[in-house]
């Protein structure tokens, strides 16, 4: 049967994205993207619908209405913002979730998908290579939310078989949209400085190394971890998913290729923090295990990706 898919949070960095990716496989009728605002992309869109995902009631009628199979839930706050604010965060990104969940157990979709992050791992995760189950000690409210969601998602599935799936996605990259509030958004606006300004003012260390991927490989994991038989997936709380990993030292080295004069200062603030208790790399063995084939292609080349990154603007 042609699924009939809502994106919450379609306004986002991954969400606008992911709404061209879909619209593309199942057509633009059977894509419903939502969120709180509604930017010039979505302007004229017939098939965008404003929502608040924390209305539950409406939610649940858009749901009804509109005879939604799939839902994509991306409303959150990310890590860096989430500091501001950290009740608003949790309330946010927890209930969202459990609106969520409450309605794929009422079967009125059949199938949920919730993004995870790095940010659940902690100082006491293995720094390199970390791996799918370790210790998980975050140290920010978006990290304890996603931690905690996780353990949500497993919990539905064993008590209520609802079929919700998830990926813990690194740092994303990509040149179509602009990210909004995380500790890896540096290597999205680094590139938009280096092309106006020559210049990057960097607020983690020069060797600050994070996992990071690149948007259409997140896109492509996401859609393949969707689309697999039910029973091929065996990790039901969230898996690792890899693209590469570099600091900011090592991405100016590679713009500098590029735009010869180009310049980078660094100054640390809390930022660094945070992004000092995530993971260098991750071990995403499980995912590739499961053979639905979530690997990063585009990732890999990341010299190739700066490039287009700034041929395009
Ligand atoms: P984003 O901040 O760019 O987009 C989130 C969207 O949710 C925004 O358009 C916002 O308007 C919308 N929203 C906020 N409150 C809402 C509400 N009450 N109702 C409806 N919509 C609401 O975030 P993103 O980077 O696209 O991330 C999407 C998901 O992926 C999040 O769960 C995030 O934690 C996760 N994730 C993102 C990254 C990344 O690097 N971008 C990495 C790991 C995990
Ligand atoms: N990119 C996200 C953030 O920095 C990771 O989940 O918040």
């Avoid at 994106?7 to 709180?36: C, F, N, P, Y």
């Avoid at 608003?88 to 990104?93: I, K």
């Avoid at 540096?186 to 938009?192: D, G, L, P, Q, W």
């Avoid at 039910?230 to 290729?257: H, Q």
Wanted: hydrophobic share 40%.
């Amino acid at each position: 049967m042609k699924p009939k898919i809502l994106v919450i949070g379609a306004a986002g960095q991954i969400g606008i994205e992911l709404v061209r990716s879909l619209r593309l496989k199942h057509g633009e009728t059977s894509v419903i993207a939502s969120d709180l605002r509604c930017p010039d992309i979505y302007s004229s869109d017939e098939y965008f619908v404003p929502l608040d995902v924390l209305d539950d009631s409406a939610l649940r009628h858009l749901i009804i209405d509109q005879n939604i199979t799939e839902v994509y839930l991306l409303a959150a706050v990310l890590s860096a913002k989430g500091e501001e604010n950290p009740l608003f965060a949790w309330n946010l990104n927890m209930q969202s979730l459990l609106n969520l969940l409450e309605i794929a157990k009422d079967q009125l979709i059949d199938k949920l998908f919730w993004p995870s992050s790095i940010a659940v791992f902690g100082s006491l995760s293995p720094q390199f290579n970390t791996p799918q189950n370790c210790v998980k000690n975050p140290n920010t409210v978006y990290g304890i939310s996603k931690l905690s969601g996780e353990q949500w998602c497993a919990y539905y599935h064993e008590k209520y078989d609802v079929d919700v799936r998830s990926l813990r996605y690194p740092g994303l990259i990509g040149h179509e949209s602009q990210p909004g509030g995380g500790t890896t958004d540096y290597a999205v606006s680094i590139f938009y400085d280096a092309i106006r300004n020559n210049q990057y003012n960097c607020y983690l260390s020069e060797d600050r190394s994070l996992p990071m991927m690149y948007m259409e490989d997140a896109i492509s994991a996401t859609i393949k971890l969707m689309e697999a038989d039910s029973d091929t997936i065996k990790v039901r709380d969230s898996y690792n998913l890899a693209g590469i990993s570099f600091s900011p030292k090592d991405l100016a080295n590679e713009i500098v290729k590029h735009i010869e004069n180009f310049r980078i200062q660094y100054e640390p603030d809390f930022r660094d923090i945070i992004a000092a208790s995530w993971p260098n790399s991750i071990d995403d063995s499980v995912a590739k295990k499961t053979g639905i084939g979530m690997r990063s292609t585009i990732s890999n080349q990341w010299s190739w990706t700066c490039y287009l990154i700034l041929k395009e603007k």
